[in-house]
């Protein structure tokens, strides 16, 4: 993240809701057992105020970790992170693999009621029993009508010559890939060596054009980029910073589709103070605690009670007001072929000096 993105639903699009579920439940504060939690999760993806809010109200002290890429979150749970973390962060791509692992501790919901506030399409019954989502990123690309030399409506556009030394963009193998294997005609999810090989010379050239990567917001709103591909959080970040003259608008793909994500909360087998962790999931469940979390930290949200509590400026933001998404993919998890993808994108970050 990044600031910083689950294969849960096909098809839909953010659902801006405006009858929230109620909050009573989360009226739950009190005694847990337990009086520190350990997460591991993104850097600046949380507001400050929402963590100490949470001390105060439940005496738990939070002590956060941050992750570098979901590989690190991976990597963590697969260890066996239960005697070190009590909640982890990762995302769609991973759950299936996770889940059949045995990595991941049976959620108990009738002890998170809050999550009822959660939109199910975007929690599938499956991953219900073991995550909560937390937030949702789409990936899509943003440019400067007044600055970018080129209107850009495909991913295509972003390895013509003409974007030389003007594009940003977030990194990672399985948010980078898909965007290849989309331009290239194939599935974004695929498992074929042959056409993950391809999109890593597809790659090659747009890394020709990136200026940098990562959070890219601050670079397109003072110039030294005029394009960025970056999750919509970020986007509102840009345009906010620009405010009345704001010269930024999403690119109308009219073709290809953009990455819908999701950030997910689980619980580490064998977690220590999984008591802890449960008022956690609850707590930032409550529409008011998120509407409050979304100011800082303005991406899509799938927790419809808290959209609705939200400021009108974050629904109505140019972020999110984009007509195509539902023309939208989902990581999906594939499996071994996640090895393929980590070959090539290390032949990419040897390409790229990092």
């Avoid at 080129?150 to 898909?178: C, H, W």
């Avoid at 956690?280 to 609705?308: H, T, W």
């Avoid at 195509?324 to 993919?329: A, S, V």
């Amino acid at each position: 993240m990044k600031k910083k993105l689950m294969a849960l639903v096909l098809g839909l699009a953010l659902v801006f809701a405006f009858t929230a579920c109620g909050s009573d439940d989360s009226d739950s504060s009190g005694d847990t057992g337990s009086k520190e939690l350990n997460v591991f999760m993104w850097s600046d993806y949380i507001s400050d105020e929402t963590i100490a809010d949470f001390e105060n109200e439940y005496g738990i002290k939070v002590n956060l970790s941050y992750m570098n890429d979901n590989a690190d979150s991976v990597n963590k749970l697969t260890a066996g992170a239960g005697d070190e973390y009590d909640l982890i962060m990762t995302c769609d791509a991973y759950m299936e693999s996770l889940i059949k692992g045995g990595y991941l501790e049976e959620l108990d919901l009738s002890q998170i009621p809050n999550s009822e506030n959660i939109n199910k399409a975007y929690w599938s019954e499956e991953n219900q029993k073991y995550c909560i989502p937390y937030l949702m990123n789409y990936i899509y690309v943003v440019y400067d009508t007044e600055r970018c030399p080129i209107e850009i409506t495909g991913y295509n556009d972003l390895i013509k010559p003409e974007m030389k030394g003007q594009l940003g963009s977030v990194d990672g193998a399985r948010n980078l890939f898909p965007i290849a294997l989309i331009a290239l005609g194939y599935d974004p999810n695929s498992t074929e060596e042959s056409e993950i090989a391809e999109a890593y010379e597809w790659l090659k050239k747009y890394n020709d054009n990136v200026v940098a990567y990562g959070s890219t917001e601050t670079n397109i709103v003072n110039g030294t980029i005029s394009a960025m591909l970056t999750y919509d959080g970020n986007a509102a970040e840009a345009m906010a910073s620009m405010g009345d003259n704001n010269t930024l608008t999403v690119a109308p793909f009219k073709k290809d589709p953009v990455q819908l994500g999701f950030d997910l909360y689980v619980i580490p087998k064998g977690a220590q103070h999984a008591d802890a962790a449960y008022a956690f999931l609850n707590y930032i469940c409550d529409p008011e605690v998120m509407a409050k979390n979304l100011v800082e930290n303005p991406y899509s949200c799938p927790n419809d009670a808290a959209v609705a509590a939200a400021s009108e400026e974050y629904r109505n933001g140019p972020a999110f007001d984009f007509d195509y998404k539902e023309n939208i993919f989902f990581q999906e998890d594939v499996g071994d072929a996640i090895k393929i993808y980590d070959k090539y994108y290390q032949k990419l970050k040897v390409d790229t000096g990092e």
